[in-house]
Every structure is written in C-alpha cells, then in structure tokens.
C-alpha cells in the first residue's frame, strides 16, 4: 500500500499550480488586510483626572474608543440613545479596563432637546470636560426625519453635534488645554452642501446625503478650529478607515443576495473596530498634535481634505445655515 507521505508528495505534484496559486492568492489577501488595518495610535499618554465625553460609544469604534480611555485612566461618559445598550457596554468597559470611572448618559442626536438636555446634566454634574469625541452617526438609511424635521443623517451627523460642540464649549474651554474630535469619512470627497435644499426634499438619495453629512463634519471642523483660535481648544475630523461595524446595516439589507454574499467576503478584509479606532484615538491623545487644529487625518496622519473641505467660505456659510437651524442664530 502506497505509504501517506508518498500519497501527499503525489498529491502536490499533481496539483502543484493550484497549490501555488492557493498560496499566492492567501499571501496576497493576508497583505490587503494588513495594509487595511492601518497604523495604532503609540501614544502612551495617561488620562488621570482628565473626562472624556464620546457619543454612540455603546458599539463599534466608539465603543472601543471608550475602553482606550478608561484604560488611561480617564472618566469617561458614554452618551448614547440606547440606555440599555450603553449600560451593558458600561459594564463590560469597567470589567476590562479596571477603571469603575465609566458613566452612561442619554443623548439622542436625532433630538435638539435630548442635546441640550445632555449639556445641561453635563453643566451640573461635570467640573470638566478635557476630550469631546463626537463619534456617533448613522449611514445610509431611508428618508427619514429627526424629531425636529431635519433630514435624518444630517441631523444627527452633523447637526446634532454642531448643537452639542456648542453648548459643551464653556466647559471645554474652562477645561483647556481640551480636544474636540469629529470623526467623519473618506465619503466626504464626492460630497457636496446643498444649501438651497439641504434636507434633500427635492432629490434623496442615500450616498448623496451621506456625502453631504461627512463633508459637514470636515467643514464644521475647519470652521470651530478658526472661531476657537488662541482658547486652546483644538479640532480634529478624521476618516477612521472602512470598517466592519454596524453603521452600514441599513446599506446592507438594501443589497440583492448575491451582493451580499461578495460583501461578506470583502468585509473580512475591513478594519475591526479596534482598528478603525485608532485615528480617533490618536486625534484625542497624541502629544504631537496639541499645537495643531482645524485639520484632517486619516491611519493616524495627517490627510489633505477634497477641495470642497477646504473652502473657508462654505465652512461659514454652513456654520450659519446649522446656526439658524438649530436656533442659535
């Protein structure tokens, strides 16, 4: 009878260019995931004292970006729209990181009166107020309205957290030297502010909201950094990469079957949470950025922004327009 190891060398001669391509193809994807995980966040910086407010911190990279925090030794607030969710995180934040400094707060983005709710807790109950992530966000969904009429992903993309940076910059700024970090994306290049129908009334579209909500955290970011110059408050917006979370759930049960099945596949090759975290991270931490603000990152870098992320002019003009909308103008 023919011994195993003389079945096996058979058996690889045989198939020896399947065998090669197989191992060529698996190299091949172990590279494209290393090259999409991106970089770590190195700074070993200690949060003592310090407190961190993320919101949407209950899942994803916020989640992740909470238990960073805590395991420096930060306080951290999880503000959240699912109480039940964010106290489950809570708990398992405080378990792994050993840090019971770990607390849940209610903010709703879709609702102007959950935010100014939340900055009033946050006024009687917080001394301070050192990190502000401005985290949450929802991707792609059907047209939707938040509770005050807005179209919902830039109601709670962008306008929700303009309304919040707002009312949270007293406390930030008595608490200066403090960051501010606004996590958008890379879809902010094909976007565009639509300012003579900015709730897509006319023509929605999904992607094309999407767009014009991510290019509205980049401009807000310009335009905060430039009216919060010499207060030692500094801003940051980033694109924290492709990642694996469920931000994209409402895109994915739009997709026939088929779509799905290769989706899945690509998917593995996506950024865990952990990963996708890490720019964020970094732009909340890292001492080389202190003297730096208004400016753009991406795999723990600094990224040139699309043209339309740089237009100072549209930054004013949209920090008007979302001043007027939420009742600041």
């Known amino acids: 009878m023919e011994s195993y190891t003389e079945a096996v060398t058979d058996f690889a001669q045989q198939h020896a260019l399947a065998l090669s391509a197989a191992l060529v193809t698996a190299v091949g994807l172990l590279a494209v995931r290393r090259w999409m995980a991106g970089p770590s966040c190195r700074s070993k910086v200690r949060l003592e004292g310090k407190t961190v407010l993320i919101t949407g911190a209950n899942t994803g990279i916020g989640k992740e970006t909470a238990l960073d925090m805590a395991r420096r030794g930060a306080r951290v607030i999880l503000a959240c729209r699912d109480m039940t969710r964010a106290r489950v995180a809570a708990d398992e934040i405080r378990q792994r990181s050993g840090n019971g400094n770990v607390v849940v707060k209610q903010l709703d983005l879709a609702s102007l009166q959950s935010v100014r709710d939340l900055a009033r807790d946050m006024e009687r109950s917080e001394e301070r107020l050192d990190i502000l992530i401005n985290n949450?966000?929802?991707?792609?969904?059907?047209?939707?309205?938040?509770?005050?009429?807005?179209?919902?992903?830039?109601?709670?993309?962008?306008?929700?957290?303009?309304?919040?940076?707002?009312?949270?910059?007293?406390?930030?700024?008595?608490?200066?030297?403090?960051?501010?970090?606004?996590?958008?994306?890379?879809?902010h290049v094909k976007g565009q502010i639509h300012y003579d129908d900015i709730n897509l009334d006319k023509d929605y579209n999904p992607e094309k909201s999407y767009r014009q909500s991510k290019l509205a955290n980049v401009l807000f970011g310009r335009e905060l950094a430039r009216r919060l110059e010499g207060t030692n408050v500094t801003v940051y917006s980033l694109h924290p990469g492709v990642i694996r979370t469920e931000l994209g759930r409402h895109l994915w049960t739009s997709l026939p079957v088929w779509k799905r099945v290769i989706a899945a596949g690509i998917m593995q090759l996506m950024k865990n949470p952990w990963e996708g975290a890490q720019t964020t991270i970094y732009c909340a931490v890292d001492e080389s950025l202190a003297n730096e603000s208004g400016l753009y990152y991406s795999d723990c870098a600094r990224k040139l922004p699309a043209p339309q992320g740089r237009d100072d002019d549209a930054a004013k003009r949209l920090w008007d327009l979302s001043a007027s909308m939420v009742g600041l103008a």
């Open 136 to 187: 949450a966000g929802i991707m792609m969904c059907p047209k939707w309205q938040t509770k005050d009429g807005f179209e919902m992903q830039f109601g709670v993309n962008h306008l929700g957290h303009f309304l919040l940076t707002h009312c949270l910059l007293d406390l930030l700024k008595k608490s200066a030297p403090s960051r501010i970090v606004i996590v958008s994306s890379l879809g």
